[in-house]
Nanobody, 122 residues
């Protein structure tokens, strides 16, 4: 079983930056595909970025060039560096993981989820 705990959310002005972290525990983290999702009120949860065990990444088109997903396999932490944030990026951000090789931006792909961290851009 995997436990995921997000942190790093907050309120920023448009154009600002935040770095989200997701601490993972409980299972062999290195081979897990991991991802960041977000959900705002009244909208479906959407995939933002994902990363495979070997570092291969994939991004939602609207965040490409602004967001960077990375992982520290020694410390079991997943990161999401978010630059040039815009009001439409405001949402609850969730970390997800599963014991699969290929990562996906589909919210049906992952078994394990964190509780989320709020990002508000004004």
């Amino acid at each position: 079983h995997v436990q995921l705990v997000e942190s790093g959310g907050g309120s920023v002005q448009a154009g600002g930056s935040l770095r989200l972290s997701c601490a993972a525990s409980g299972s062999p983290y290195k081979r897990y595909a991991m991802a960041w999702f977000r959900q705002s009120p009244g909208k479906e949860r959407e995939g933002v970025a994902c990363i495979e065990g070997d570092g291969t990444t994939n991004y939602r088109k609207s965040v490409r060039g602004r967001f960077t997903v990375s992982r520290d396999n020694d410390r079991h932490i997943l990161y999401l560096q978010m630059n040039n944030l815009q009001p439409e990026d405001s949402a609850m951000y969730y970390c997800a993981a599963d014991d699969v090789v290929v990562c996906s931006l589909s919210n049906t792909w992952y078994k394990y989820w964190g509780q989320g961290t709020q990002v508000t851009v004004s």
